[in-house]
């Protein structure tokens, strides 16, 4: 098993600044982009954390992400509008994006975003985040253009990626339903954090490359000796077996084909990048003229919901949201943890661009 140590966010946050300053980006652009990684991490979330940057740190020595790189406007519609991340940080234009929506959506009460060729925006909750505080209701449909990690129910390799799917709706006087999942058992990066720390993973998460059940998450991380006809890498499973496979679907044609950032259907590659394209739609119940009545409905039946007894086995039920902010509360207070592995990714991420940990 990999050994551990307890980070704290502003430490980790600085460093992985500095190391995106080297790499080119504007101070502003890399606290933007240190700033959305760590908060992964204490929302929980260490698939998004502070773990992908040495995987951004090749992209852009790659040539595939591109610093200092804003979103650019194709068509502007009014409530319906286009737009290019030019493979800039997703973070960046992410922001960008849904900071252009939720203005429109203000003033003329729903806006549709297809935003195309992203580089990874990360937890796509951070963006409904943005939209809930303002009081609207956030919808996000995601693809992911790169190794295809997914296999689709009843198919024996991966064909598309972990293809993120997010609502968010505010909640009068609570805290917002914030739901933010990836249409995978389980997401890619919970797999290269297991693989670092050595751990095994439940059965029924993945498949080895010749289409077997396995319980090793290395299988999706680094390539694998395989047999004749056997692919490089293994595939994680689809949730929900059909239902899964067909959400992931639906937002590889809607966040990929319908945005114009494109869908997979290639072979795999070797590069680093990973990009996004996110159709999103915003709604602001104050124009719709359901106001009064969403208020009143929404708090009654999470009221509802709420009063459930606890089931067996359980410590509480909880509504999507309810973790991450219990996990900021902890994980602001007493630092997260970070196995050894990916401390010394992010340590030779680091001497790549000159900067020394």
Known sequence: MSTSKIIKAPYIQAQAASIFIAAGSTPQEADTVASNLVMANLSGH????????????????????????????????????????????????????????????????????????????????????????????????????????????????GRFGTNPCCIGVPIKGQPPFLLDFATSRVAQGKMRVAHNEGRQVPPGYLIDPQGHPTTDPGVVVVPQKSGEGAGLFGALLPFGEHKGSGLAVACELLGGALTGGGTWHQPASTTRSVFNGMLSILIDPARLGTQNAFEHEAMAFVDWVRQSPDAAGTEHMQLAGDPERAARKLREREGFELDEATWQEIVAAGRKVGVSL
Not at 52 to 77: F, H, Q, S, W
Not at 95 to 106: C, D, F, N, S, V
Not at 127 to 141: D, K, T, W
Request: hydrophobic residues 45%.
């Open 46 to 157: 260490d698939s998004h954390g502070v773990g992908m940057l040495p995987r951004y740190i090749d992209a852009i020595l790659e040539g595939g992400l591109k610093p200092n790189t804003a979103v650019k406007v194709t068509l502007d519609g009014g409530a319906l509008i286009a737009l290019d991340g030019q493979q800039g940080f997703g973070q960046v234009v992410g922001e960008q994006t849904m900071a252009l929506g939720i203005e429109r959506a203000k003033s003329l009460g729903s806006c549709i975003l297809a935003l195309g060729r992203a580089h990874h925006l990360g937890r796509i909750g951070h963006f409904a985040e943005m939209a809930v505080a303002q009081g609207l209701v956030s919808i996000h449909f995601v693809n992911v253009l790169s190794r295809p990690v997914v296999a689709p129910w009843g198919g024996g390799d």
